[in-house]
Structures are given as structure tokens and as C-alpha cells.
């Protein structure tokens, strides 16, 4: 009677027993999948915290381009600064030197007629008037060209400054029997019609100066000077001999620039064609 109680016991015990282990082997999977679920609700925050934060770093960079454009707006007004800038750049050194021998013009002729035109002391002053025009010259294109003060106003106006000053001082030494006119027409005929010419074929490239060019210039506004000075003695005779050398560089430097505009005028046409046909083609 006592073994029957045990092993009922027994049987009682280990009957409670399958289901607790049962219920505990129930419980593993539960635990893993709600531990599994917690990591993939994790994983699932942090990547759209991640898309997020893409999202806003993108927004954020989607703005500083937007201002970036917005900053390289033009602003209102631009071209009418730019104009003004432009309109402000005439009064530059370069243009205030040809503009001075513009003036001066009109004063040398003054001085050079003053007292009927052979008062010494009045030559003296037109010399003086005529000298400061001619290295004025000098200094106003390369000041333009340095410093980059090149204008439409300074293009036509400086070579019309220097013809002014050279054809004033011609003409009055004529007028006033010093210097024959042949002398006058030679020169100035030159010098216009050598203008003129570079107007002509400027559309088809720029005519550059010369070193010939450049030393007639120089003999020209020494002859000239020498001979609005009242000399005499050997001096007299030394102003005809540079004047003699001045007339000859004149019209060889005019045939040269002649050729010069013969062949820019010919490759300028050459190019043109050759572009029409291209684009024909």
C-alpha cells in the first residue's frame, strides 16, 4: 500500500512536470521572436532616421543651391552700372592728354599768328605750345594701351588730335611764306589719305605701326618745330636738310602702309570665302 501512493506520486510529480517543461520550452521561442521582432523594429528606426536625415541633408542642399542661384542673379540696375562705369572711363589720363592737344590747337595758331607771325618771342611761345602737343602724343597711346584705357573716343580722336596739330602748324609756316606748299599738300595729303585708308580696311584686320612709321612721326615734329622757331644761320640750313628727310620717310612710310592695306585687304577676302564655303558645305 505504500508503493502504490509513491509511484502515484511519482506519476503525479512528473505529470506536472511535462507540462512546465512544456511550457518552458514554449517560452524559449517566444522570448527569441519578440527579441528578433525588437531588433527589426530597430533596425527599421534607425533606417528611417537614416532616410531622414538624407532626406533633410538633401533638402538642406537643395537650398544652398537655390541660393547660390539666387545669388548669381544679376542685379537690377547692372547694365545701367555698367554703363556708367563705361561713360566714367572717358575721362581717363589717355583721353585727358588728347583732349589737351585738341585745345591746344587753337592756342598754337594763336600765338603763331600773334604780331603779324614774325615776333620771335611769340614763335617761341607756339614752339613751346607746339612741343607740348607732340609729346603728348607720344605718351597718351601708350598710357591707353598699358593701363588699358583704350575708348571709342580716344580711337577717333587722338589720330584727329595729332592731323590737327601737324596740319595747323603746316599750313600757318605756308601762310606765312617759311615753308613751301608743296611741302604742306605732300605731308597732309599723306597723312589723311593714310587715315582714311585704315578706316577702309579695318574690317579686315588693324594696319599696326610701323618703326618707319613711327620715326616719321619723330621727323616730322622735329622739322616742323625747327622751322617754327625763328632761326637762322647754320641752324636754318640744318631744319631744311631734316625737313628734306622728313618728306622722304613720309612718302615711303605711306607706299609701305599702302601695301600693307593691299594684302590685309586680299587675305580678308581670301578668309571670307574660304568661310562661305565651308559653311555652304
Known amino acids: 500500500m505504500t508503493g502504490v501512493p509513491a509511484s502515484a506520486a511519482g506519476g503525479s510529480s512528473g505529470a506536472p512536470g511535462a507540462p512546465g517543461s512544456a511550457a518552458t520550452s514554449g517560452a524559449a521561442p517566444d522570448s527569441g521572436s519578440r527579441g528578433s521582432g525588437s531588433r527589426d523594429t530597430g533596425s527599421r528606426d534607425s533606417s528611417s532616421r537614416d532616410s531622414s536625415s538624407r532626406d533633410s541633408s538633401s533638402r538642406d ?81 601708350h598710357l591707353a594701351r598699358t593701363y588699358n584705357l583704350v575708348t571709342d573716343f580716344g580711337k577717333i ?13 603746316l599750313i600757318c609756316l605756308s601762310g606765312l611764306g617759311d615753308l613751301p606748299w608743296w611741302v604742306t599738300i605732300v605731308i597732309l595729303a599723306r597723312e589723311l589719305g593714310i587715315t582714311l585708308m585704315r578706316f577702309v580696311v579695318i574690317r579686315y584686320g588693324v594696319i599696326p605701326a610701323s618703326r618707319g612709321g613711327k620715326l616719321k612721326t619723330l621727323t616730322q615734329g622735329v622739322a616742323v618745330g625747327m622751322y617754327v622757331l625763328a632761326l637762322t644761320g647754320w641752324l636754318a640750313t640744318l631744319r631744311f636738310w631734316v625737313m628734306a628727310a ?36
Do not use: C
Open 246 to 281: 622728313a618728306i622722304v620717310l613720309t612718302v615711303v612710310t605711306g607706299l609701305d602702309y599702302v601695301r600693307q592695306a593691299i594684302v590685309l585687304r586680299r587675305q580678308g577676302i581670301a578668309e571670307r570665302a574660304a568661310a562661305s564655303e565651308e559653311t555652304e558645305a
Open 61 to 141: 542642399s537643395s537650398s544652398r543651391d537655390a541660393g547660390s542661384h539666387d545669388g548669381e542673379r544679376p542685379v537690377r540696375g547692372g547694365k545701367i552700372a555698367a554703363a556708367a562705369v563705361n561713360q566714367a572711363s572717358l575721362w581717363n589720363v589717355a583721353n585727358l592728354l588728347t583732349m589737351l592737344r585738341l585745345v591746344l590747337v587753337p592756342g598754337f595758331v594763336a600765338l603763331m599768328l600773334a604780331d603779324g607771325g614774325y615776333d620771335p618771342a611769340w614763335r617761341s611761345l607756339a614752339w613751346a605750345a607746339f612741343a607740348i602737343a607732340m609729346i603728348t602724343d607720344l605718351f597718351d597711346g
Open 157 to 169: 580722336a587722338d589720330p584727329i588730335a595729332d592731323k590737327a596739330i601737324m596740319g595747323a602748324a
